[in-house]
């Protein structure tokens, strides 16, 4: 028997109202991206900073009884060849590279000899799951003040944003290494080995990568202050 090739166009469902049995599969590519407050958002076409962690979903319809297979292809934009191939009828990736990435998903499923394939004719005349990766960014501050006025009380990062690697370590000023963090929402507390260390001048040094290739190496004085609060430094900027 001669194999009937079926393709479905712009994500159109084609059923046959006669019997439930005979409607067609279809997809419906989704994609969930994890925002920096830990939720999940759904969106086809996100904006963000790297490392990125998104969720790509088929979500087929109809396909009991059919033999499915799956290819997403992620595509660098303006790209025709995928840097990445994954099978999986759902699959996660974590972008690190800045820019656009295009994400199309192709989908055939086979029942004897009956064939239905989505592939380039279901993605012509509709846009591609698309994330973007933003271009990294880091500022390091040059003073803090842990008093206890719930303010300015770490050493972080002031501005960052798409970094895929970050290393920190501060030094008191005869090269003793304090402490050491990786994860650039963190900080340093002004303490050693639990202990308020006194207020002065330490040093800090920041290497790190962006998600555009981009290096850092930051060196650079830190000043601990503990001797004034919050409400003095306010007083001090109106000139009073």
Do not use: C
Request: aromatic share 14%.
């Amino acid at each position: 028997m001669k194999k009937i090739i079926l393709t479905i166009l712009l994500a159109a469902t084609i059923t046959i109202p006669s019997a439930a049995d005979d409607e067609m599969p279809n997809i419906s590519p989704t994609a969930y991206y994890t925002t920096e407050d830990g939720g999940e958002e759904e969106n086809a076409n996100y904006s963000g900073n790297a490392p990125l962690k998104g969720r790509f979903v088929a979500n087929p319809t109809n396909a009991e009884g059919w033999s499915a297979s799956y290819e997403w292809r992620f595509v660098h934009e303006n790209e025709t060849k995928p840097y990445l191939v994954r099978y999986e009828e759902d699959t996660e990736y974590t972008f690190t590279t800045a820019g656009s990435h295009n994400i199309v998903l192709y989908a055939t499923f086979t029942r004897g000899d009956e064939v239905i394939e989505f592939r380039d004719e279901y993605w012509d005349g509709t846009y591609p799951l698309r994330v973007t990766i933003s271009e990294s960014k880091l500022e390091m501050p040059n003073a803090f003040s842990p008093n206890g006025d719930d303010r300015n009380e770490e050493y972080k990062a002031k501005t960052y944003s798409s970094l895929v690697e970050f290393h920190a370590y501060i030094f008191n000023r005869w090269g003793q290494k304090l402490f050491e963090w990786t994860d650039p929402s963190k900080g340093w507390d002004g303490k050693y080995k639990g202990t308020p260390v006194k207020q002065g001048v330490y040093y800090v040094l920041v290497e790190a990568k962006g998600a555009d290739g981009r290096r850092y190496r930051i060196k650079r004085d830190v000043n601990l202050i503990t001797g004034f609060t919050s409400e003095e430094t306010e007083t001090t900027n109106t000139g009073e």
